[in-house]
C-alpha cells in the first residue's frame, strides 16, 4: 500500500475483553514500530520489530501486550485483559532500513477506548 | 522526567504570524532530532531531521536549528496558514540506542482568521 495502514481506527473494549490491533506497513520495509499514544501526550515506545525478529520489547507496559510480526510484514498487537489504563491510540510506524537517519512514517493509529 | 521537553505547551496565532517553538533534550548520546507534525487523528508526519553537525535546515516555510552544545532545537514557521494548526513533536534519537525514539509531549498549535 501507499502508506502504513491501521485497523481498525477504532475499538471500545470492555473491561477484561482481549483485543488485536492490526499494522499493514509499507510494503518492504524492515522495521516495524509500536507506540503508545495517552490523551495529549507523545508517544511512547512499546515494541521494534526487524524484519521477523521482535528485537526489543522494553517499552511494553506489562505482560498482558504481546506483539508478533510472523512473515516479516503485517503485525499484531495484542492485550489480554484490558484495563481502563490501556486506553490510548496505539500508532505502528515502518521504516526502510535500520540506520538512525531512516524516517519512521506513522499510521493513523487505533483508538482503544476500554469502558 | 521527560529526556525531551517541549514549549510552549500550546499556541495560538493569527494567521500570516510567525512563531517558534522550542525543544530541549538530555537524551545522550545524541544521534538525530525530528521535528513532526501531527494533525487531529492522523499519525505523525517528520518535517525535518537534524543530526549533530548540522544547524539549521529547513522545508518551505519551516525552519528547524539545532544547537547541540545547549540540547536545543527550535522550529520556526513563517507566514502561517490554518492548515498548520496540529501538534508539533520533536522527536529524539540516541546513538546505539537501537530505534527506540523518544518523543516529547508536543506543542499545540491553533492558527485563527
Known amino acids: 500500500g501507499a502508506g502504513v495502514s491501521q485497523s481498525p481506527r477504532y475499538k471500545v473494549a470492555k473491561r477484561g475483553q482481549d483485543v488485536a490491533l492490526r499494522c499493514d506497513p509499507i510494503s518492504g520495509h524492515v522495521s516495524l514500530f509500536w507506540y503508545q499514544q495517552a490523551l495529549g501526550q507523545g508517544p511512547e515506545f512499546l515494541t521494534y520489530f526487524q524484519n521477523e525478529a521482535q528485537l526489543d520489547k522494553s517499552g511494553l507496559p506489562s505482560d498482558r501486550f504481546f506483539a508478533e510480526r510472523p512473515e516479516g510484514s503485517v503485525s499484531t498487537l495484542k492485550i489480554q485483559r484490558t484495563q481502563q489504563e490501556d486506553s490510548a491510540v496505539y500508532l505502528c510506524?515502518?521504516?526502510?532500513?535500520?540506520?538512525?537517519?531512516?524516517?519512521?512514517?506513522f499510521g493513523q493509529g487505533t483508538r482503544l477506548t476500554v469502558v | 522526567k521527560n529526556q525531551v521537553e517541549q514549549s510552549p505547551q500550546s499556541l495560538i496565532i493569527l494567521e500570516g504570524k510567525n512563531c517558534t517553538l522550542q525543544c530541549n533534550y538530555t537524551v545522550s548520546p545524541f544521534s538525530n532530532l525530528r521535528w513532526y507534525k501531527q494533525d487531529t487523528g492522523r499519525g505523525p508526519v517528520s518535517l525535518t531531521i537534524?543530526?549533530?553537525?548540522?544547524n539549521t535546515k529547513s522545508n518551505g516555510r519551516y525552519t528547524a536549528t539545532l544547537d547541540a552544545d545547549t540540547k536545543q532545537s527550535s522550529l520556526h514557521i513563517t507566514a502561517s496558514q490554518l492548515s498548520d494548526s496540529a501538534s508539533y513533536i520533536c522527536?529524539?534519537?540516541?546513538?546505539?540506542?537501537?530505534?527506540?525514539?523518544?518523543f516529547g509531549t508536543g506543542t499545540q498549535l491553533k492558527v485563527e482568521l
Open positions: 510506524a515502518s521504516s526502510s532500513g535500520a540506520g538512525e537517519n531512516t524516517e519512521a512514517f
Open positions: 522527536v529524539v534519537r540516541k546513538t546505539g540506542g537501537g530505534n527506540k525514539l523518544t
Open positions: 537534524m543530526t549533530f553537525s548540522e
